[in-house]
């Protein structure tokens, strides 16, 4: 019986298709998956309609129409059902249950990416053959926003470290095109994980955006705080000192590599200049450092004194690590620590290019900073805190 079912289907499929052409496919197809389903719940049966078997689990029970949204427009399908002791649903509609789920997540995958509306429409109609609307896609990014803001609040604890960066990406504000500044803060606790403690996003990384951030952190519970790590950003000194007073401060070693070269007068000197800095960098102790930098500072007093007095004033800022157990200084003396979170953050904002708004921006980021948090709270551990106090 099953045999001349199908026959008579493909019959049927191949005279809709010889009429009709490419404009009978959709109904050729539903007249398969039609098909397909009664041929599934007789294996499910085990047995074909109408047939006697003792083998038989259950019985037929007619079909129920069910509307689905495919790639070639909505098709009316009608679903088998059954009576008896047996569960059944087709398995090909349970294929669409996972997909629309699937395309739920893309959506929001796609805002992730800082894709707009717009383009998110055009691309799910391209690929998907589906009419997606500006509707639903602004609730998929507002559920999101809520799991990202939720994650952007939690409470905080100890952290012994505190390392803080910038970068910039350009927004579209009143019609012109401008830097926003990302304000990222990492920390490592008295465990010796890593974990992104925040992520925030302004115009400008004024005093104000950095106090308010730093402020934020305090507020969520964040305290025992024995070092910050750094470079010299605009407005973070003034901030860091009003809301973090008594914990030292270590600049970014690597960034005053690169800021020492401004000064140095020749091209041909430049590495010279930072094999001294790096000699002092690496020296086994605090006091073999201070000596090497006042050798610096007096060998080019003559010959590069704009150079002189800027490393006599700005490099000591980078030799506070010197106060912390040796095994530590290396992680802790610059803030290479975030190069991995600004690739990973740039490899998606180089998709965008342009993000509409600060919200769009702010999306993209915590997103990315939430999955690599997540990886490195549950991965092991960054330092060996034990030696904290060691010297």
């Not at 070639?72 to 629309?100: I, K, N």
């Not at 350009?170 to 606790?189: N, P």
């Given at each position: 019986?099953?045999?001349?079912?199908?026959?008579?289907?493909?019959?049927?499929?191949?005279?809709?298709?010889?009429?009709?052409?490419?404009?009978?496919?959709?109904?050729?197809?539903?007249?398969?998956?039609?098909?397909?389903?009664?041929?599934?719940?007789?294996?499910?049966?085990?047995?074909?309609?109408?047939?006697?078997?003792?083998?038989?689990?259950?019985?037929?029970?007619?079909?129920?129409?069910?509307?689905?949204?495919?790639?070639?427009?909505?098709?009316?399908?009608?679903?088998?059902?059954?009576?008896?002791?047996?569960?059944?649903?087709?398995?090909?509609?349970?294929r669409g249950v996972r997909s629309e789920r699937a395309l739920k997540l893309a959506v929001a995958e796609m805002y992730v990416q800082g894709v707009s509306t717009r383009k998110v429409t055009a691309v799910m109609e391209e690929l998907c053959g589906l009419e997606v609307s500006s509707t639903q896609v602004s609730?998929?990014?507002?559920?999101?926003?809520?799991?990202?803001?939720?994650?952007?609040?939690?409470?905080?604890?100890?952290?012994?470290?505190?390392?803080?960066?910038?970068?910039?990406?350009?927004?579209?504000?009143?019609?012109?095109?401008?830097?926003?500044?990302?304000?990222?803060?990492?920390?490592?606790?008295?465990?010796?994980?890593?974990?992104?403690?925040?992520?925030?996003?302004?115009?400008?990384?004024?005093?104000?955006?950095?106090?308010?951030?730093?402020?934020?952190?305090?507020?969520?519970?964040?305290?025992?705080?024995?070092?910050?790590?750094?470079?010299?950003?605009?407005?973070?000194?003034?901030?860091?000192?009003?809301?973090?007073?008594?914990?030292?401060?270590?600049?970014?070693?690597?960034?005053?590599?690169?800021?020492?070269?401004?000064?140095?007068?020749?091209?041909?000197?430049?590495?010279?200049?930072?094999?001294?800095?790096?000699?002092?960098?690496?020296?086994?102790?605090?006091?073999?450092?201070?000596?090497?930098?006042?050798?610096?500072?007096?060998?080019?007093?003559?010959?590069?004194?704009?150079?002189?007095?800027?490393?006599?004033?700005?490099?000591?800022?980078?030799?506070?690590?010197?106060?912390?157990?040796?095994?530590?200084?290396?992680?802790?003396?610059?803030?290479?620590?975030?190069?991995?979170?600004?690739?990973?953050?740039?490899?998606?904002?180089?998709?965008?290019?342009?993000?509409?708004?600060?919200?769009?921006?702010?999306?993209?980021?915590?997103?990315?900073?939430?999955?690599?948090?997540?990886?490195?709270?549950?991965?092991?551990?960054?330092?060996?805190?034990?030696?904290?106090?060691?010297?």
């Amino acid at each position: 019986m099953a045999h001349v079912a199908d026959s008579t289907a493909l019959e049927t499929v191949l005279q809709v298709l010889t009429q009709e052409g490419f404009e009978g496919l959709a109904e050729a197809i539903r007249i398969l998956i039609n098909e397909a389903m009664k041929v599934e719940r007789s294996a499910v049966l085990q047995a074909q309609p109408y047939e006697r078997t003792g083998q038989r689990r259950g019985y037929a029970n007619g079909f129920k129409a069910k509307t689905v949204a495919t790639r070639l427009g909505s098709l009316t399908l009608e679903v088998p059902q059954v009576r008896g002791d047996v569960q059944f649903y087709p398995s090909a509609l349970e294929r669409g249950v996972r997909s629309e789920r699937a395309l739920k997540l893309a959506v929001a995958e796609m805002y992730v990416q800082g894709v707009s509306t717009r383009k998110v429409t055009a691309v799910m109609e391209e690929l998907c053959g589906l009419e997606v609307s500006s509707t639903q896609v602004s609730r998929a990014a507002a559920l999101l926003d809520q799991e990202l803001e939720a994650w952007r609040k939690r409470p905080l604890g100890e952290i012994s470290y505190l390392i803080l960066d910038a970068r910039y990406e350009k927004v579209r504000q009143g019609g012109s095109v401008v830097s926003c500044a990302v304000l990222i803060a990492v920390g490592i606790d008295p465990s010796g994980h890593r974990s992104v403690l925040d992520v925030s996003v302004s115009l400008s990384e004024a005093e104000v955006h950095w106090r308010t951030f730093l402020a934020g952190l305090q507020e969520r519970g964040l305290h025992g705080v024995q070092l910050i790590v750094s470079d010299d950003h605009a407005g973070l000194a003034a901030a860091r000192q009003a809301r973090f007073p008594a914990v030292p401060w270590q600049r970014c070693q690597f960034h005053l590599q690169q800021n020492a070269g401004h000064y140095v007068p020749k091209v041909s000197l430049r590495p010279q200049v930072a094999a001294d800095l790096a000699a002092i960098f690496d020296a086994p102790d605090r006091a073999t450092a201070d000596q090497l930098l006042q050798a610096t500072v007096k060998k080019y007093a003559q010959t590069a004194p704009k150079l002189a007095a800027w490393i006599e004033h700005n490099v000591p800022q980078g030799l506070t690590v010197f106060a912390f157990p040796a095994a530590h200084r290396r992680r802790l003396r610059t803030t290479n620590l975030l190069e991995r979170l600004n690739k990973e953050i740039k490899r998606r904002t180089r998709v965008a290019t342009l993000f509409p708004n600060e919200a769009s921006l702010l999306r993209l980021v915590s997103a990315v900073l939430m999955e690599i948090s997540e990886d490195w709270e549950t991965g092991k551990l960054y330092l060996t805190m034990e030696l904290v106090g060691a010297s």
